[in-house]
């Protein structure tokens, strides 16, 4: 999810949420390789010290292991080839669309039910911003996490391993959590609301500061404000993240297969083995795509919001148009019968 600009007054939920979910599939779909790259680096667990750990992985049977951003993307290309970078897109960007839609569709109505029944005057307050946007987050991941359990898996295959959308569903329900294995890492995303709820508080906050009065953005101003705010909701969420995709993957092989049951268990398990540092790992990647994202997408849903305000004042004035101009080949009509009435009387 993503944080929102303050929505143009005119335009309904659902042009809100299609230019949102219009933003955010462009923006990831810019981005993607980054999207992979960060996700293997969180998932990747250093193994404890043994008395083979000289061997190459490839002996050991061991999971590829990335030093840094640059490293995976090298790695990756190498191993599967510049499609590597693109495993699981297709699912990543319905996820993107539906996500998005559903957030900014919810917080655009549960912000309009709050204004109308505030009895508080002037806009909200950071605070309610906080919880409106943290609200409209939890009702869209019930609805759209299963989305995100497949793309993470289908992300984090190796390539020999690699199966279409529907195959890896099915792999995760015949796990040992069944259908509800289609949830895992609920718990964790609902606390993950803060995120896009940070970000969305912080875009008002500055952008209220930097651009008082302002409603319609330039690009570039869009792009920076975004790009801030979420560079901060990833710094202080950066953890929680980490423990969830820990939990969507597939289990570490020191495991044996055991999953992860709650996101305590996979940061202690991280710390145990990494110290603190490692949950903060892939941060790099995932800030450098928040950034990307953020900025691509506050900038393109401006314009979008825009383009949709105008398409729907166009088909509006057409429609107008249309009724006068029935409405005046009526009067015509009942002009010509009254007329030709008359002269059958005379």
């Given at each position: 999810m993503?944080?929102?600009?303050k929505?143009?007054?005119?335009l309904s939920?659902w042009?809100?949420?299609?230019?949102g979910a219009?933003?955010?599939?462009l923006?990831n779909a810019?981005?993607?390789p980054l999207?992979?790259?960060?996700t293997?680096?969180?998932?990747q667990v250093?193994?404890?010290?043994?008395?083979t750990a000289?061997?190459?992985p490839?002996?050991?049977?061991?999971?590829?292991h990335?030093t840094?951003t640059w490293d995976?993307i090298s790695?990756?290309?190498?191993?599967?080839?510049?499609?590597g970078?693109?495993?699981?897109?297709?699912?990543s960007?319905?996820?993107?669309a539906s996500?998005?839609?559903?957030?900014?569709?919810?917080y655009?109505?549960?912000?309009t039910?709050?204004?109308?029944?505030?009895?508080?005057a002037?806009?909200?307050s950071t605070?309610?911003e906080l919880?409106?946007?943290a609200?409209?987050?939890a009702?869209?991941q019930?609805f759209t996490?299963?989305v995100a359990?497949?793309?993470t898996r289908?992300?984090?295959?190796?390539?020999?391993?690699r199966?279409?959308f529907f195959e890896t569903a099915r792999?995760v329900i015949?796990?040992d959590?069944?259908?509800?294995?289609?949830?895992r890492?609920?718990k964790?995303?609902?606390?993950?609301?803060?995120?896009?709820?940070?970000?969305?508080?912080?875009?008002?906050?500055l952008?209220?500061?930097?651009f008082?009065?302002?409603k319609?953005l330039?690009?570039w101003e869009?792009?920076?404000?975004g790009s801030m705010?979420?560079?901060?909701?990833?710094i202080?969420?950066?953890p929680?993240?980490?423990?969830?995709?820990?939990?969507?993957?597939r289990?570490?092989?020191e495991?044996?297969?055991?999953?992860?049951?709650?996101f305590?268990?996979?940061m202690?398990?991280?710390?145990d083995?990494e110290?603190p540092s490692?949950?903060?790992?892939g941060?790099g990647p995932?800030?450098?795509?928040?950034l990307?994202?953020?900025?691509?997408?506050m900038m393109?849903?401006?314009r979008?919001?825009l383009m949709?305000?105008?398409?729907?004042?166009y088909?509006k004035?057409m429609?107008v148009?249309?009724?006068?101009?029935?409405s005046?080949?009526?009067?015509?009509?009942?002009?010509?019968v009254?007329?030709?009435k008359?002269?059958?009387q005379r």
């Amino acid at each position: 999810m993503v944080a929102q600009s303050k929505p143009v007054a005119t335009l309904s939920p659902w042009g809100r949420a299609m230019a949102g979910a219009s933003g955010a599939v462009l923006a990831n779909a810019l981005v993607y390789p980054l999207d992979i790259v960060k996700t293997r680096l969180q998932v990747q667990v250093k193994a404890r010290p043994s008395p083979t750990a000289s061997d190459p992985p490839s002996s050991l049977g061991e999971e590829m292991h990335y030093t840094s951003t640059w490293d995976a993307i090298s790695k990756i290309v190498a191993e599967e080839g510049l499609s590597g970078l693109y495993a699981g897109m297709n699912a990543s960007l319905v996820g993107v669309a539906s996500t998005n839609f559903a957030y900014f569709y919810w917080y655009s109505i549960v912000r309009t039910l709050y204004v109308k029944t505030s009895k508080v005057a002037g806009p909200p307050s950071t605070f309610v911003e906080l919880s409106l946007g943290a609200t409209a987050g939890a009702i869209a991941q019930l609805f759209t996490i299963p989305v995100a359990v497949v793309t993470t898996r289908q992300q984090t295959q190796h390539k020999c391993e690699r199966k279409g959308f529907f195959e890896t569903a099915r792999e995760v329900i015949d796990g040992d959590d069944g259908f509800f294995g289609l949830w895992r890492g609920l718990k964790a995303s609902l606390v993950l609301v803060v995120n896009p709820a940070i970000t969305y508080g912080a875009y008002e906050r500055l952008k209220d500061s930097l651009f008082p009065g302002k409603k319609n953005l330039r690009p570039w101003e869009a792009f920076v404000l975004g790009s801030m705010s979420k560079a901060l909701a990833t710094i202080v969420t950066q953890p929680l993240i980490v423990a969830k995709v820990g939990l969507q993957s597939r289990p570490p092989r020191e495991r044996q297969g055991r999953p992860f049951s709650t996101f305590g268990e996979v940061m202690k398990f991280i710390v145990d083995r990494e110290g603190p540092s490692g949950l903060f790992k892939g941060i790099g990647p995932q800030i450098l795509k928040g950034l990307l994202v953020q900025g691509i997408l506050m900038m393109s849903k401006e314009r979008m919001e825009l383009m949709l305000l105008l398409f729907m004042r166009y088909i509006k004035t057409m429609h107008v148009s249309h009724l006068n101009k029935l409405s005046a080949s009526r009067s015509q009509v009942v002009q010509h019968v009254a007329q030709t009435k008359l002269l059958m009387q005379r």
